[in-house]
């Protein structure tokens, strides 16, 4: 399994199971939407298949850096760092102790509203 990181400013933000593929961006239909005008309405997508984690920027305007390099497709590794707008992503085999035992904030149908959960990893 293969979970994305998300930090953004050095705070971890939140963590995603990669199970299938992820589109990021700020448009809607995207898998998850950064609220970032550094972020293309559909920036890049994670592709998985099987064992291996795929990525590509999907003609993006400012483009997806992985361990500071521009790509514009490339098989990741893992701890690979990948900088998307201002949010920076790290993929990652197993979760820490840490984050594996937390709680999860979940967004409620009424705007502005959060619960949280626990984590099922």
Avoid at 1 to 18: D, H, K, N, R
Avoid at 84 to 102: H, K, R, Y
């Amino acid at each position: 399994m293969a979970f994305l990181q998300q930090t953004l400013q050095g705070s971890i933000v939140q963590c995603l199971t990669l199970e299938n593929s992820l589109m990021i961006g700020r448009a809607v239909e995207c898998d998850l939407v950064l609220d970032d005008p550094l972020v293309s309405a559909r920036h890049a997508i994670f592709e998985i298949d099987g064992s291996k984690v795929r990525l590509r920027d999907l003609y993006s305007t400012n483009g997806v850096r992985v361990n500071g390099e521009p790509v514009t497709d490339i098989e990741l590794q893992w701890h690979d760092r990948v900088l998307i707008g201002a949010s920076e992503f790290q993929l990652l085999e197993t979760l820490s102790e840490d984050l594996a035992n937390t709680l999860i904030l979940k967004k409620s149908w009424i705007p502005g509203v959060y619960f949280a959960s626990e984590k099922s990893a």
